[in-house]
């Protein structure tokens, strides 16, 4: 019998697949909340089926919320569904809106009803800060969100906030930077890219095309940042961690790194740039600081940019290596 039960909103994501591996390996009971779709897409949780309970929910919907919160009895809620592409959130504001921003309220209101000891993780972003006036970022940087997407988020860090101060529960925001890995969902430039450069690098296509190559990310590697939002819940009082590599690459350096990974030194002619990938309004640089989440957490990243490039693209090359599609 696991003598601490977890509750993860986002289970089928890259992050809630990874966090629920280690909370089984940290002897949880894990709980997942999943959405119903037509075409079940259980992929990411291939490691762990069997051994997570999940539970039919919807972060629009307040009472299916409300009953997962009850039967699952948390100790722990972990807060990582979201619709989370940027690029998304300027064509479905409003549906954003509805599950990024309202739907962290929701899942508040059911934990304050139903379970108000449990201590919650939110899965806060980098994209709060978005037109940046300092480098690095840190907890005491302002927002100035960029996308309806980040507007949505700013919106649910303070309800985390709020909740924190009006309702004394144990609230916590991860304000996490981009992180990556094999599960990342290829609209996202970087597994658009590594995805890119293996199916011309095993004769499936010719070219990659993408938005803006100067824009810059402070990317790590998911895995990593699921041990940081563990750490965040484990601390004796609630607060606010950036989880950053302290380091920023450029798309096109990413892109470079990319193809010579995959042995390909002739890379500029297989790249085209289209603006239908650029967005309204750009974050063009972002870059953090993890030193409060290192000083009080003891939490630093362990794979850097080349590292985090290798895995991806040796992923990539090996899934289409086996595959003819
Ligand atoms: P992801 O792969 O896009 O996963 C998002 C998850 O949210 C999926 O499980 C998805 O379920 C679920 N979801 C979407 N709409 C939902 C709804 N209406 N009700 C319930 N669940 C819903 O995202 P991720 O990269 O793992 O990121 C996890 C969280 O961290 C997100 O909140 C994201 O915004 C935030 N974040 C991510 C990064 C990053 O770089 N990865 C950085 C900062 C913050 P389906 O499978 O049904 O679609
Ligand atoms: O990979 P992206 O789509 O990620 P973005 O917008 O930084 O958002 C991700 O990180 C956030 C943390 O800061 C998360 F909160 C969020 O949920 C998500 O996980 O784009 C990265 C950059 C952008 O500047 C974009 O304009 O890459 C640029 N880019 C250039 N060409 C492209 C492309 N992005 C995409 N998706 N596709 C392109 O073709």
């Known amino acids: 019998m696991a003598d601490r039960s977890a509750l993860i909103t986002g289970i089928t994501g890259q992050d809630g697949s990874y966090l629920a591996e280690l909370l089984l390996k940290k002897g949880y009971q894990v709980t997942g909340i999943v959405r119903r779709l037509s075409s079940p897409n259980l992929n990411n949780l291939a490691q762990v089926l069997g051994r ?3 539970v039919d929910g919807d972060l629009m919907d307040q009472s299916s919320l ?9 100790d722990e809620i972990y807060n990582l569904g979201a619709q989370s592409f940027v690029g998304t959130s300027f064509a479905q504001p409003v549906l954003t809106g509805e599950i990024t921003g309202l739907g962290t309220l929701r899942l508040l209101a059911a934990a304050r009803e139903n379970a108000p000891q449990a201590k919650i993780y939110h899965a806060s972003s980098s994209e709060m800060f978005g037109h940046v006036g300092a480098e ?3 907890e005491n940087t302002p927002f100035h969100p960029r996308s309806p997407y980040g507007v949505a988020k700013v919106y649910a860090y303070w309800a985390c906030v709020n909740y924190r101060e009006a309702y004394s ?3 916590s925001n991860g304000i996490l930077f981009n992180h990556e890995s094999p599960r990342r969902g290829l609209e996202f430039v970087t597994r658009k890219i590594t995805d890119g450069v293996a199916r ?18 402070d990317w790590g590697y998911a895995p990593d940042y699921v041990d940081l939002m563990w750490r965040v819940l484990q601390a004796k009082s609630p607060g606010d961690y950036v989880g950053a590599t302290g ?14 990974t995959a042995g390909i030194s002739d ?4 790249l085209r740039t289209d603006s239908q990938f650029n967005r309204p309004s750009e974050v063009f640089n972002l870059r953090g600081s993890p030193a409060k989440a290192k000083r009080e957490l003891g939490w630093e990243p362990t794979t850097r940019f080349k590292e985090l490039v290798k895995i991806m693209v040796e992923a990539d090359l090996k899934r289409h290596g086996e595959n003819s599609n």
């Open 66 to 74: 409300s009953q997962a919160v009850k039967s699952s009895g948390p």
């Open 52 to 54: 997570v309970k999940l």
């Open 267 to 270: 890379w500029q002619k297989h």
């Open 136 to 138: 690095p970022q840190d």
């Open 169 to 171: 529960m144990f609230v």
């Open 247 to 260: 380091e920023a690459h450029s798309v096109r350096e990413f892109v470079q790194a990319a193809f010579e």
């Open 200 to 217: 011309i690098a095993t004769g499936k296509a010719d070219t990659l095309t993408l938005g803006n190559l100067d824009a810059r990310r």
